[in-house]
């Protein structure tokens, strides 16, 4: 008897063997595809399956199997290649495969519910109505009437049969004489086309064309181009000739934040059908971009890290902007990275991938100085732009006024009233980091973290960034009882209060992850500050991220000091890249630009280094540095996390793992741990860590493998939860 072998979404690392359901018969059971859904019972559960493979045999007895309850998919809805990837994905970051394969359907098909495709409703001939002669049905007109409808057509829609007063219930009469069935109209195909572009200079259009003579088959690409260089009119040249060719195109971007933005820039582009895809979409409306993607009716699909599982009928085209990001890397639960997957997925369904970045990754810039990418540069802006002047402030013994010196806020003056805008930087949201009592001392700090809580105005609380706790603002000390409550450090709430009473005359824009909640939010702000009036942009890195503000004349970052300590390996590399791209959003049209940082360390080397060089050099001098230590992108790395109530328990079980493992880890491997996680109690549970570096992606793929069987046999209790991270972006 054949086995049907399926992924079932569950913390499970292996698949699941069933029996087919009862009743289906052999040749039946042999035309099942993978990817294909099926009901089947799990525990006390019934859930969704997905089919890996039909086997002769399991290595358990057909005793000890369950039947499948019934496939709910007549054919696989994803293509063979996205399930390879979903497979390469589970087996690379060695997590469980039924939450893998998950990703790439969305919630309602993952509930079990039926597919459905995209079109208009409407009935067809089936069944005993397909032999029926015409003017059948004649004692009951309505019917007759209907029934005459569907033999001159192929289906008709319900707003047809409602145009001619033939109602629902009449047609639920011919359905159950199995005459009709109901079924869904297909939506008109829009033939795509596009916009002339825009005129490329030399490396644009060297860019371009190398990337022309590699459209067929798969190539990865890396474009590294300064801020404001074009790569944006670049994706869309090369989007525009995959769209001539019949193919579609996956364009990722790291925020939800830009995709307006973006789409704005492509629908004034294309006369196509782009849809979007990110968290923010209700349920609905991401099923229907979902299954435009899936059928083909969708060319350009834009959307955020999930949106690399999203099944493509003709994929012909993938685009990373902004590949460098963080954002593309999932932080908890199955934790890939959208960047290196949309690589994958490139290789699988033989297609380029074009990974875009004024900055980056120094993980990137190895794979291209090591031939596995072809690396293409754009060392100038385009247009008539050119790059800001950068200038530090020493703001030693200056006197600031939420945290902005003197000369800064001359700046502003001078900016504002020449008619541009002023963009600062400042990422810490909120009103201020600390809440104290001036009399004992007293700290506000969270209950379930080692972290302190942040004050916030707009609503007044106190807040935990890290597990999300909020409580009330106290107007006593809990301690000493004192009213003497004072708060220390800068958060964007309290800049702008400032900025709202000393610029009262000019509008003032906070931009952070509190003000720009609602659904439309960003795409307000956009539209707003792109009319070029003047004022002043005041944000997160929610601000650094590819917009395009052509009126922003000057860029200050109100406090550079906080990016220069970091006890992270990539700290480094992250304030390079966020001090350049916050500094790229200046002088990007005519207006020239300015940039200034404010620090109490001038002389500090990362500061000096990013006065005197560009991005490019500072990172190929990053990477001389890792290759000399082993570090990646010379070595890998890979962290295996406990969560635990109890601090010694959580270290007990990975010390246990490092005893019963590292005689047997491959050869230059290296342990380090276990150690508490630098934050390490977080959201009420201790954390702690075992890190491994090994020498390659070999090494590092046969310690993960190792250390995960044993983690698993070595039956961890309930309360201890432990996770694997492969290619962490940080030790945090």
């Known amino acids: 008897m054949s086995v049907l072998r399926l992924a079932i979404p569950s913390p499970l690392r292996r698949l699941f063997d069933y029996l087919p359901p009862r009743g289906m018969g052999a040749a039946e059971v042999q035309g099942l595809s993978p990817g294909q859904r099926l009901s089947v019972p799990f525990g006390s559960r019934r859930v969704t399956g997905y089919l890996v493979e039909v086997c002769l045999e399991s290595e358990l007895p057909d005793s000890a199997l369950k039947h499948a309850e019934a496939v709910l998919d007549p ?9 390879q990837l979903c497979d390469w994905a589970a087996r690379y970051y060695h997590h469980p495969p039924g939450e893998v394969f998950s990703a790439a359907f969305p919630r309602p098909l993952r509930e079990g519910k039926p597919h459905q495709a995209n079109g208009t409703p409407g009935w067809r001939l089936s069944g005993r109505g397909m032999g029926l002669p015409t003017g059948a049905l004649g004692r009951s007109p309505r019917q007759a009437q209907a029934l005459a409808m569907l033999q001159g057509a192929e289906a008709v829609a319900n707003t047809e049969f409602a145009a001619r007063a033939i109602s629902q219930a009449i047609l639920r009469n011919l359905h159950d004489k199995a005459l009709v069935e109901k079924c869904t109209l297909k939506l008109p195909q829009l033939e795509p086309a596009s916009r002339p572009g825009l ?12 990337l022309l003579e590699n459209r067929e088959g798969f190539s990865c690409h890396l474009l590294e181009g300064v801020t404001g260089s074009g790569k944006t009119e670049i994706y869309l040249q090369l989007i525009a000739d995959c769209l001539a060719r019949g193919r579609q195109a996956l364009v990722l971007i790291p925020e939800i934040g830009l995709t307006p933005q973006t789409l704005d820039r492509f629908s004034g582009r294309f006369a196509a059908n782009i849809v979007v895809l990110h968290s923010g979409l209700g349920e609905a409306e991401r099923y229907r971009a979902w299954e435009a993607a899936r059928d083909g009716s969708a060319h350009i699909v834009i959307g955020t890290r999930s949106a690399v599982f999203t099944p493509l009928r003709a994929p012909g085209l993938i685009v990373v902007d902004e590949e460098h990001d963080s954002s593309y890397k999932q932080q908890d639960g199955f934790r890939y990275s959208a960047r290196d997957v949309a690589v994958k997925r490139a290789q699988l369904e033989g297609c380029p991938v074009l990974l875009g970045s004024a900055t980056p990754s120094l993980e990137s810039l190895h794979n291209a100085m090591t031939g596995r990418y072809q690396l293409h540069r754009l060392r100038q802006r385009a247009g008539a732009s050119a790059l800001p002047v950068i200038r530090a402030i020493d703001v030693r013994r200056q006197e600031l ?15 504002l009233a020449a008619g541009q805008q002023v963009l600062l930087f400042l990422n810490r949201r909120g009103y201020a980091p600390t809440l104290q009592c001036h009399d004992c001392g007293w700290v506000a700090e969270c209950r379930a973290c080692d972290a302190r809580l942040t004050m916030h105005r707009r609503p007044a609380r106190l807040r935990c960034h890290h597990c999300g706790a909020t409580q009330a603002i106290p107007r006593q000390c809990p301690k000493c009882h004192g009213d003497n409550l004072l708060t220390a450090g800068l958060g964007t709430e309290q800049t702008e209060d400032f900025l709202r009473r000393h610029f009262c005359q000019w509008p003032i824009y906070r931009v952070d992850s509190d003000s720009m909640q609602a659904r439309h939010a960003m795409r307000e702000l956009v539209a707003q500050v792109n009319r070029e009036q003047p004022g002043i942009l005041l ?20 406090d550079a000091d906080a990016m220069l300590f970091s006890a992270d390996f990539r700290g480094e590399e992250r304030m390079a890249q966020l001090l350049t791209q916050v500094a790229g959003r200046a002088g990007r049209a005519e207006v020239p630009g300015q940039v200034l940082l404010q ?11 990013m006065l005197a060089l560009d991005y490019s050099d500072q990172a190929r001098a990053m990477l001389a540095s890792r290759q000399a230590a082993g570090m990646p992108p010379a070595g890998q790395l890979l962290i295996l996390r406990t969560d635990c109530s109890d601090s010694a328990r959580g270290e007990k079980f990975l010390q246990t793992l490092r005893d019963l493992t590292r005689d047997r880890l491959p050869t230059g491997t290296q342990l380090i741990g276990p150690l508490p996680a630098p934050m390490q109690r977080r959201a009420g549970k201790f954390r702690s860590q075992l890190i491994l570096l090994a020498p390659d992606r070999r090494a590092a793929q046969a310690a993960a493998g190792l250390l ?7 039956g961890a209790r309930r309360d201890l939860k432990w996770s694997i991270d492969i290619d962490p972006l940080d030790l945090y």
């Open 75 to 83: 054919q696989a809805l994803v293509s063979p290649a996205l399930l």
């Open 401 to 415: 006024q939420a945290g902005l010196s003197p000369l800064l806020l001359s700046a502003i003056g001078d900016k």
């Open 599 to 609: 620090t109490h360390y001038p002389d500090h080397p990362a500061l000096q280094a």
């Open 199 to 210: 005129a490329l200079n030399a490396e644009q259009a060297s860019a371009v064309n190398a």
């Open 708 to 714: 995960v069987a044993q983690a698993e046999a070595g």
């Open 539 to 558: 944000g997160t890195q929610m601000l650094t991220k590819g917009h395009h503000f052509p009126a922003v004349g000057l860029v200050a970052i109100i």
